[in-house]
């Protein structure tokens, strides 16, 4: 139980140094909550809820796994050279594909609600 408690202290530390370190997590966060409020706000039900919270954590989790790369990368290999550059930009596009297919899962699911 004792490292079970130690593990997620260091989890809860690394949303720490995420959320309060990260740009790009902090920005994500701030839609986060504002997808969130408006699903109150439209009283999703609740597939919809899942739905829309699956796409937050997606987003929010290779954001994560995106910059955790970036760091290691620029620690590992702190030149430029190609494959740093295709590492990084990769990472970057699966973040960027999956904001894309929330954002069309966001809007398929509060356009109708809108209207």
Not at 70 to 77: G, Q, S
Request: glycine share 6%; with cysteine.
């Amino acid at each position: 139980m004792k490292r079970f408690i130690q593990s997620l202290g260091y989890a809860l530390n690394g949303l720490r140094l995420f959320f309060g370190k990260e740009k790009n997590g902090q920005l994500q966060a701030a839609v986060a909550l504002l997808v969130i409020v408006a699903g109150f706000a439209f009283k999703l039900n609740l597939y919809e809820w899942v739905i829309i919270l699956v796409c937050i954590a997606m987003v929010l989790a290779l954001e994560m796994i995106n910059s955790v790369t970036e760091k290691l990368i620029d620690h590992l290999h702190p030149d430029r050279h190609e494959n740093v550059k295709w590492i990084k930009d990769v990472a970057a596009g699966a973040v960027l594909w999956a904001a894309i297919i929330s954002t069309v899962i966001g809007a398929i699911i509060f356009v109708p609600k809108m209207l």
